[in-house]
């Protein structure tokens, strides 16, 4: 079983930046990053594989987007930039021994979430 608790949301003002931290115990070989706004479907952000394996981006955010993970603290970030208000959601750390990262139907394990708001 995996624990993730995800923090570092808030409210940011367009194109600004954010770190978001998933904190993680357990045994997985892939984090991964999702995001949900309302009214909307969950999509891909970002995913990177424990090892060294690299990391897959997701269409929503590329570019803007950087993912990243410490080992020792058992720590996941996701950096956010140029933000947009469109990038407005609640933001879901996720882990799991996947084959595909970026396909939210491969991880049982996900955190609680933490909303990101953009202004204007």
């Known amino acids: 079983e995996v624990h993730l608790v995800e923090s570092g949301g808030g409210s940011v003002q367009v194109g600004g930046s954010l770190q978001l931290s998933c904190s993680a115990s357990g045994s997985y070989n892939c984090m991964a990053w999702f995001r949900q706004a309302p009214g909307k479907e969950r999509e891909a952000v970002a995913s990177i594989w424990i090892g060294g394996g690299g990391e897959h981006y997701g269409d929503s955010m590329k570019g803007r987007v950087t993912i990243a993970l410490d080992n020792a603290k058992n720590t996941g970030y996701l950096n956010l930039y140029r933000l947009k208000p469109e990038d407005t959601a609640i933001y879901y750390c996720?882990?799991?021994?996947?084959?595909?990262?970026?396909?939210?139907?491969?991880?049982?394990?996900w955190g609680q979430g933490t909303q990101v708001t953009v202004s204007s």
């Open positions: 996720a882990a799991d021994y996947v084959t595909r990262p970026l396909s939210a139907d491969e991880y049982n394990y």
